[in-house]
């Protein structure tokens, strides 16, 4: 179909109606659970035009002259790009921490919430127009009220990790107190992907191992190729660049030397299996169950300097096996339970 050069809607050929020209009706249509279709991005955009009357019409039937509180609803949407753009993450945030600080009593903070209810519930987003009247909301701007800012920005942290769409951290990446334009994308993408495996079903919150689960999801979503990169090296490029320009001209220009050489990934050592093996046996050792024995002054005991000979040759008095011990705690991968050391839940994943 040919662009038009004005904003009408098109219609197609066949004559059916466009979703751009009809009305949304009060309640879903069951018949409608395929959601709207277009006949051109013409039409999708006068259909998002549409959505956003509708969301103006809502607020003023519910507050013609906006001193209940519905001008807060409107800003907030506005700011987000509509309702159609919100997440839960963002939703929470305006719930749990943004809503409770207002000036007004709690009545009116909750007449807020209904309605930005309302204005989802006509938008066909059940599930969030749930969430803003949720007992979970209820108790967040009690607490608020009764116990305080701190007790409540609690609350409501607790609320939202254990709602499963908050990206934990990894072995590989410490989500930052502060973040770049690329971490904040990952994050907000990473907390969208989340909310998506809940409400499928494929993370279960307060189930067992759902934890494990979340970790799996995120570091599959931050790994995954994005054009030719991921989202994770997206991340650490964006870290690099931050700390590279920190901190005056005369140390950007030193670190700025070997940036390039901290972005790059390190190449794996042809013989890296070879140098390893003496780490892996002795935790190997450390994780049989039995633990690796020590003598009396707490150094590894002769049979096992012994056993280690066949990497460290006539090391008799085990400087060198005890070097590796020495690093193996230093990676918190061993600890000492006399007469014995045994391995940390990290060195058996290793």
């Given at each position: 179909?040919?662009?038009?050069?004005?904003?009408?809607?098109?219609?197609?050929?066949?004559?059916?109606?466009?979703?751009?020209?009809?009305?949304?009706?009060?309640?879903?249509?069951?018949?409608?659970?395929?959601?709207?279709r277009f006949?051109?991005?013409?039409?999708?955009?006068?259909?998002?035009?549409?959505?956003?009357?509708?969301?103006?019409?809502?607020?003023?039937?519910?507050?013609?002259?906006?001193?209940?509180?519905?001008?807060?609803?409107?800003?907030?949407l506005?700011?987000?790009?509509?309702?159609?753009?919100?997440?839960?993450?963002?939703?929470?945030?305006?719930l749990?921490?943004?809503?409770?600080?207002?000036?007004?009593?709690?009545?009116e903070?909750?007449?807020?919430?209904?309605?930005?209810?309302?204005?989802?519930?006509?938008?066909?987003?059940?599930?969030?127009?749930?969430?803003?009247?949720?007992?979970?909301?209820?108790?967040?701007?009690?607490?608020?009220?009764?116990?305080?800012?701190?007790a409540?920005?609690?609350?409501?942290?607790?609320?939202?990790?254990g709602?499963?769409?908050?990206?934990?951290?990894?072995?590989?990446?410490?989500?930052?107190?502060?973040?770049?334009?690329?971490?904040?994308?990952?994050?907000?993408?990473?907390a969208?992907?989340?909310?998506?495996?809940?409400?499928?079903?494929?993370?279960?919150?307060?189930?067992?191992?759902?934890?494990?689960?979340?970790?799996?999801?995120?570091?599959?979503?931050?790994?995954?190729?994005?054009?030719?990169?991921?989202?994770?090296?997206?991340?650490?490029?964006e870290?690099?660049?931050?700390?590279?320009?920190?901190?005056?001209?005369?140390?950007?220009?030193?670190?700025?030397?070997?940036?390039?050489?901290?972005r790059?990934?390190?190449?794996?050592?042809?013989?890296?299996?070879?140098?390893?093996?003496?780490?892996?046996?002795?935790?190997?050792?450390?994780g049989?169950?039995?633990?690796?024995?020590?003598?009396?002054?707490?150094?590894l005991?002769?049979?096992?300097?012994?056993?280690?000979?066949?990497?460290?040759?006539?090391?008799?008095?085990?400087?060198?096996?005890?070097?590796?011990r020495?690093?193996?705690?230093?990676?918190?991968?061993?600890?000492?339970?006399?007469?014995?050391?045994?391995?940390?839940?990290?060195g058996?994943?290793?």
């Amino acid at each position: 179909m040919a662009a038009k050069t004005d904003t009408s809607p098109e219609t197609p050929d066949t004559g059916t109606i466009c979703a751009a020209e009809t009305v949304l009706p009060a309640e879903p249509d069951p018949a409608a659970a395929s959601g709207p279709r277009f006949c051109s991005a013409a039409c999708f955009h006068a259909w998002h035009r549409h959505q956003h009357d509708e969301v103006v019409t809502v607020l003023h039937s519910l507050d013609p002259d906006r001193s209940g509180g519905t001008g807060v609803v409107a800003d907030w949407l506005r700011c987000r790009g509509g309702p159609q753009n919100v997440t839960q993450l963002a939703l929470c945030e305006f719930l749990g921490y943004q809503l409770p600080v207002l000036a007004g009593s709690v009545a009116e903070r909750r007449a807020i919430a209904a309605s930005l209810g309302t204005v989802f519930t006509a938008a066909r987003l059940t599930r969030y127009a749930q969430l803003c009247t949720a007992p979970t909301t209820e108790r967040l701007l009690r607490t608020y009220d009764e116990d305080g800012v701190p007790a409540g920005r609690e609350a409501y942290q607790r609320a939202l990790v254990g709602s499963g769409i908050v990206p934990p951290d990894l072995p590989e990446l410490t989500w930052g107190t502060t973040m770049g334009e690329a971490e904040v994308q990952a994050y907000e993408s990473t907390a969208a992907m989340l909310e998506l495996a809940v409400t499928a079903g494929y993370l279960r919150p307060g189930t067992t191992g759902w934890r494990v689960r979340q970790v799996q999801l995120t570091r599959a979503y931050l790994h995954a190729d994005v054009d030719g990169t991921s989202r994770l090296d997206a991340i650490r490029t964006e870290r690099v660049e931050a700390w590279s320009r920190s901190r005056g001209t005369g140390r950007r220009r030193l670190v700025g030397e070997v940036a390039s050489r901290v972005r790059a990934p390190l190449a794996i050592p042809s013989d890296a299996d070879e140098s390893m093996a003496p780490l892996q046996w002795l935790l190997d050792r450390a994780g049989d169950g039995t633990g690796v024995p020590l003598d009396e002054a707490y150094r590894l005991d002769d049979s096992v300097v012994a056993q280690a000979r066949q990497w460290f040759g006539s090391d008799h008095d085990g400087q060198s096996l005890e070097a590796v011990r020495e690093l193996l705690y230093e990676l918190r991968a061993l600890r000492s339970v006399p007469p014995t050391i045994s391995a940390r839940s990290s060195g058996r994943r290793r």
